[in-house]
């Protein structure tokens, strides 16, 4: 099967929409598929190549109105079978040219949406409820809706969305081996005190992923006397995003007022092997969404696939395979002294830090890159047989 992914981001550019999108690729060209990827033009990088079975076009020089007639151009001259959207607002500049798509397209080839969140795009000023109507108008219009999580699929449920397939997603970052890895030495090479406990964040900081809160419960914890590091692990602000450079100037600026910069690690972009080390490293996992945990979340995803102890905030929607204490810890968003308490829960007992790490090693073969790409073929095989 041609299948033509549309993403407003792509590696080497940072984001979580991108590498879904490269390791969903990945995954159907594994199983004989043919997978291409319109996205972005990037300073360095070939406007053409194939990796791994992924023919790449970075085609776009940014995403407006002009995007739409170079896609239809390579949809005559490619044919694919299906066509999908990989949607965020914000990987596309929230420019709304992106939301016309299904509509303008539907018709020449079945045009599945796959949301990765539910945001409007910028439409003009005190667009108000036109935003909204502009992701529904998507919705409607296109072929079939994807989502990747439980939450967004009541939403679009209850707003009439009736063509819609719940598929999750999985660890952006592989499990890589850590041949000769000792945590003891990678502490040593980063002028990491021996016998410090390191609370790991991983992922872009932006403020739904609750950075103040995690700044503040490690000024908590400092002041109860916990010899704890926060290692942010990864790059922190993303390509697609300015908000996230505002935010974390704001954190870095709150971690000074509180006095506990000295006791914040930043890593930097890590490749795969880099990634894992540094997960591997950390006695626990931090992640207070403020809207509470999700499996839209890659960052969730990749502490799970790495069998990370992972803290992280209530869920607003019930998930049962989130079980309190056995795969997870969670504790109520915006609550710096809760989840300080929570971290120091699993600090001081090896016993439930082991259990939660089994707990993540199991709960994580539901989101096998196999499964999820077996589970998006079924909605490509079903909307061409029905279009």
Wanted: overall charge positive.
């Amino acid at each position: 099967m041609r299948i033509t992914f549309i993403a407003g981001e792509y590696p080497p550019l940072q984001g979580g929409l991108g590498d879904f999108t490269r390791e969903l690729a990945r995954a159907l060209a594994a199983a004989g598929h043919e997978p291409h990827v319109i996205t972005r033009m990037v300073p360095g990088a070939p406007r053409e190549e194939v990796v791994q079975g992924v023919q790449v076009h970075r085609s776009e020089p940014g995403w407006g109105w002009t995007s739409l007639r170079r896609i239809a151009a390579f949809i005559r001259a490619h044919r694919p079978h299906v066509l999908n959207l990989q949607y965020q607002a914000a990987a596309y500049g929230m420019h709304p040219a992106v939301n016309l798509l299904p509509a303008l397209f539907a018709r020449r080839v079945p045009t599945i949406v796959t949301f990765h969140d539910l945001k409007v795009p910028y439409l003009f000023p005190k667009a108000g409820p036109l935003r909204w109507q502009a992701i529904l108008s998507m919705a409607r219009s296109a072929t079939a809706a994807i989502v990747t999580n439980r939450e967004d699929d009541e939403i679009l449920a209850q707003a009439g969305i009736t063509r819609r397939t719940r598929i999750p997603i999985g660890s952006n970052i592989t499990p890589v081996s850590l041949e000769g890895f000792t945590r003891q030495g990678w502490m040593q090479a980063r002028a990491i005190p021996a016998g410090t406990r390191l609370i790991g964040y991983f992922g872009f900081m932006n403020e739904s992923k609750g950075g103040e809160v995690l700044i503040r419960a490690l000024a908590e914890l400092r002041a109860h006397g916990q010899d704890v590091t926060l290692l942010l692990i990864g790059g922190q602000t993303g390509a697609s995003d300015p908000t996230n450079i505002a935010y974390a100037r704001h954190m870095t600026q709150l971690a000074g007022e509180l006095r506990v910069q000295a006791h914040i690690v930043l890593t930097g972009y890590l490749d795969e092997r880099g990634v894992s080390a540094a997960l591997a490293a950390c006695d626990c996992i931090a992640l207070p969404y403020r809207d509470g945990v999700s499996f839209r979340r890659g960052t969730l995803m990749a502490a799970l696939a790495h069998g990370c102890a992972v803290v992280t905030t209530t869920p607003r929607v019930a998930l049962p395979e989130l079980v309190d204490g056995q795969n997870v810890l969670l504790v109520p968003p915006d609550s710096p002294a809760v989840l300080a308490s929570a971290l120091r829960r699993v600090l001081s007992s090896p016993e439930l830090q082991t259990r939660l790490q089994a707990g993540s090693r199991e709960l994580s073969v539901q989101f096998g890159w196999d499964r999820i790409a077996a589970a998006s073929l079924r909605v490509y095989n079903h909307t061409i047989r029905h279009t």
